[in-house]
C-alpha cells in the first residue's frame, strides 16, 4: 500500500508539472499569407547600417520568397540572375517572451552555403545593441557542415565570439521534420532536438554581461545565404532550396 501511495504522489506531482506550463503564444502558419499582427518582414541585404547583416551574407531578403502549403510556412531560397533572394521574419515590437519553452518544428533546407535559423535577439537590441542585447541561436544549420545542428549564445563577455556553444551530431537530421527548442528559466537555458538535451548554458556569474538573459527577447526565423559562417562558398546547384516550418509555440 505504501508503494501504491508513494507511485500515485510522483504520478500526480508529475502531472501537476506538466500542467503548470500553457501554451501562450503560437503560430500554426495556417493561413494563406503571414500574419503581421505577429510578425514582421526584415527586407534588403542591411545596408547601409548593416551589409550583408553583418556576417557578409549575400542573400537579399523579400516579401516573395515564401509560401503556405499543408500548415506549413515555407520559405525558399533562390538564385536569380547574380543575385541570391530569401525571407526572414521576426515578432520584434509585437511578440516578445522572457522565460519558458519556446519551440519550432521544422524540415531543414540542404546544400553548401545555406544557413537555416530559428534564434532570438533581446527586445532592448536598439537601445543597447548587439551583443550586449544578448543572442539565442535555438537552431543553426549549415549546410557545409552536413548532419550538425548548433545550438549558441552571443553575449557582451563573448563580444560576440561563438564561445557559449555546442555543435551536436545528428546523423538523420536532414531527414523529415524534428523539433528545435529551449528551456529557458531565471538560472539556466536548456537546448533541445527533439528530446536530446544538447547544451545547457548556465554561468556561474550572472551580469549584465554574461546573463542578459533576463529580459523579453523576440524570435526570428530566417534562410540566410553564404556569409562567415554559411558559406563563403556557395554552390549554386542546390537553388531552390527550401526550410519548413510547421510551427512556433510559446509555453510558460
Given at each position: 500500500?505504501?508503494?501504491?501511495?508513494?507511485?500515485?504522489?510522483i504520478?500526480?506531482f508529475?502531472?501537476?508539472?506538466e500542467?503548470?506550463?500553457?501554451l501562450?503564444?503560437?503560430?500554426?502558419?495556417?493561413?494563406?499569407?503571414?500574419?503581421?499582427?505577429?510578425w514582421?518582414?526584415?527586407?534588403?541585404?542591411?545596408?547601409?547600417?548593416l551589409?550583408?547583416?553583418?556576417n557578409?551574407?549575400?542573400?537579399?531578403?523579400?516579401?516573395?520568397?515564401?509560401?503556405?502549403?499543408?500548415?506549413?510556412?515555407?520559405?525558399?531560397?533562390?538564385?536569380?540572375?547574380?543575385?541570391y533572394?530569401?525571407?526572414?521574419i521576426?515578432?520584434k515590437?509585437?511578440?516578445e517572451?522572457?522565460?519558458?519553452?519556446?519551440?519550432?518544428?521544422?524540415?531543414?533546407?540542404?546544400?553548401?552555403?545555406?544557413?537555416?535559423?530559428?534564434?532570438?535577439?533581446g527586445?532592448?537590441i536598439?537601445?543597447?545593441k548587439?551583443p550586449?542585447?544578448?543572442?539565442?541561436?535555438?537552431?543553426?544549420?549549415?549546410?557545409?557542415?552536413?548532419?550538425?545542428?548548433?545550438?549558441?549564445?552571443?553575449?557582451?563577455?563573448s563580444?560576440?565570439?561563438?564561445?557559449?556553444?555546442k555543435?551536436?551530431s545528428?546523423?538523420?537530421?536532414?531527414?523529415?521534420?524534428?523539433?528545435?527548442?529551449?528551456?529557458?528559466?531565471?538560472?539556466?537555458?536548456?537546448?533541445?532536438?527533439d528530446?536530446t538535451?544538447?547544451?545547457?548554458?548556465?554561468p556561474?556569474?550572472?551580469?549584465?554581461?554574461?546573463?542578459?538573459?533576463?529580459?523579453?527577447?523576440?524570435?526570428?526565423l530566417?534562410?540566410?545565404?553564404?556569409?562567415?559562417?554559411?558559406?563563403?562558398?556557395?554552390?549554386?546547384?542546390?537553388?531552390?532550396?527550401k526550410?519548413?516550418?510547421?510551427?512556433?509555440?510559446?509555453y510558460?
Amino acid at each position: 500500500m505504501k508503494k501504491v501511495f508513494v507511485l500515485l504522489m510522483i504520478t500526480s506531482f508529475s502531472f501537476a508539472q506538466e500542467v503548470k506550463r500553457k501554451l501562450v503564444w503560437e503560430d500554426n502558419f495556417n493561413k494563406k499569407e503571414v500574419d503581421e499582427t505577429f510578425w514582421n518582414f526584415e527586407l534588403g541585404d542591411g545596408c547601409p547600417n548593416l551589409c550583408g547583416y553583418g556576417n557578409n551574407e549575400r542573400q537579399i531578403y523579400t516579401k516573395t520568397n515564401h509560401e503556405f502549403k499543408d500548415g506549413n510556412l515555407i520559405i525558399e531560397a533562390r538564385k536569380e540572375g547574380t543575385k541570391y533572394t530569401s525571407t526572414k521574419i521576426t515578432t520584434k515590437g509585437k511578440k516578445e517572451f522572457k522565460y519558458g519553452r519556446i519551440e519550432a518544428r521544422a524540415k531543414l533546407p540542404i546544400g553548401h552555403g545555406l544557413w537555416p535559423a530559428f534564434w532570438m535577439l533581446g527586445a532592448n537590441i536598439d537601445e543597447v545593441k548587439w551583443p550586449k542585447t544578448g543572442e539565442i541561436d535555438i537552431l543553426e544549420y549549415i549546410g557545409r557542415d552536413p548532419h550538425m545542428v548548433y545550438t549558441t549564445l552571443h553575449t557582451q563577455d563573448s563580444h560576440g565570439n561563438t564561445i557559449n556553444t555546442k555543435r551536436t551530431s545528428f546523423p538523420t537530421i536532414e531527414e523529415g521534420y524534428h523539433v528545435y527548442a529551449i528551456e529557458w528559466t531565471k538560472d539556466k537555458i536548456d537546448f533541445f532536438v527533439d528530446q536530446t538535451l544538447v547544451y545547457t548554458f548556465n554561468p556561474e556569474v550572472k551580469n549584465e554581461d554574461t546573463w542578459p538573459f533576463d529580459k523579453p527577447f523576440y524570435i526570428i526565423l530566417n534562410l540566410a545565404i553564404g556569409g562567415n559562417f554559411g558559406g563563403p562558398e556557395v554552390d549554386d546547384n542546390v537553388f531552390p532550396q527550401k526550410f519548413y516550418i510547421d510551427y512556433v509555440r510559446v509555453y510558460q
